[in-house]
T-cell receptor, first 115, second 114 residues
Framework: KAGVTQTPRYLIKTRGQQVTLSCSPI?????VSWYQQTPGQGLQFLFE???????NKGNFPGRFSGRQFSNSRSEMNVSTLELGDSALYLC??????????????FGPGTRLLVL | AQSVAQPEDQVNVAEGNPLTVKCTYS??????LFWYVQYPNRGLQFLLK??????LVKGSYGFEAEFNKSQTSFHLKKPSALVSDSALYFC????????????FGKGTKLSVIP
């Protein structure tokens, strides 16, 4: 089975711009989660989608949003980029439905640099 | 609120020696605990998890972890370290009650010295 894929792998943007990141989960997985990884804050949960519905949201401003499509692919969008948004954005998919202990499998990430 | 602590930023161990990477957690319900490894410029790779049952969990690449409820710990271990084990290790916790997020520790950098 192919793993989680994320596009693009690298991105450079300037302050004030917006960006959209894409994630394709492992085939058959319906849960997709997004995490932000920075040297200072570590790994922080952004949001989780299941069957096109957001089930959980982390403590991030409204500039961070996401969605999931009927084929389970997911996108996240960051509007009005700030320097502090520079990070590795990781997507994870899981075969879980209601069970919270199902393993999450991570993609390689999208590295975003905001100048 | 749930939290995870990895008290050591870095662990150095000689090749062939046993290794331990420490993790403690704090949750209000039953914990579901995970270990992931991250190599440079890569995403996280799943190593093992504890849901319930046997306190000793065996995972990928010869790693195992011991769940200790009284000490709220979930330390990662390997009997004989390899240079290729050098990487960043993350402990994470999830709880029930509709929580679908993983809370991660800050990570421990493991260096295995030849």
């Amino acid at each position: 089975k192919a793993g989680v894929t994320q596009t693009p792998r690298y991105l450079i943007k300037t302050r004030g711009q917006q960006v959209t990141l894409s994630c394709s989960p492992i085939s058959g997985h319906r849960s997709v989660s997004w995490y932000q990884q920075t040297p200072g804050q570590g790994l922080q949960f952004l949001f989780e989608y299941f069957s096109e519905t957001q089930r959980n949201k982390g403590n991030f401003p409204g500039r961070f949003s996401g969605r999931q499509f009927s084929n389970s692919r997911s996108e996240m969008n960051v509007s009005t980029l700030e320097l502090g948004d520079s990070a590795l954005y990781l997507c994870a998919s899981s075969p879980r439905g209601i069970e919270v202990f199902a393993t999450q499998y991570f993609g390689p990430g999208t590295r975003l640099l905001v100048l | 609120a749930q939290s995870v602590a990895q008290p050591e930023d870095q662990v150095n161990v000689a090749e062939g020696n046993p290794l331990t990477v420490k993790c403690t957690y704090s949750v209000s319900g039953n914990p579901y605990l995970f270990w992931y490894v991250q190599y440079p410029n890569r995403g996280l790779q799943f190593l093992l998890k504890y849901i319930t049952g046997d306190n000793l969990v065996k995972g990928s690449y010869g790693f195992e972890a011991e769940f200790n409820k009284s000490q709220t710990s979930f330390h990662l271990k390997k009997p004989s370290a390899l240079v290729s084990d050098s990487a960043l290790y993350f402990c994470a916790v999830s709880t029930g009650a509709g929580s679908y997020q993983l809370t991660f520790g800050k990570g421990t950098k493991l260096s295995v010295i030849p």
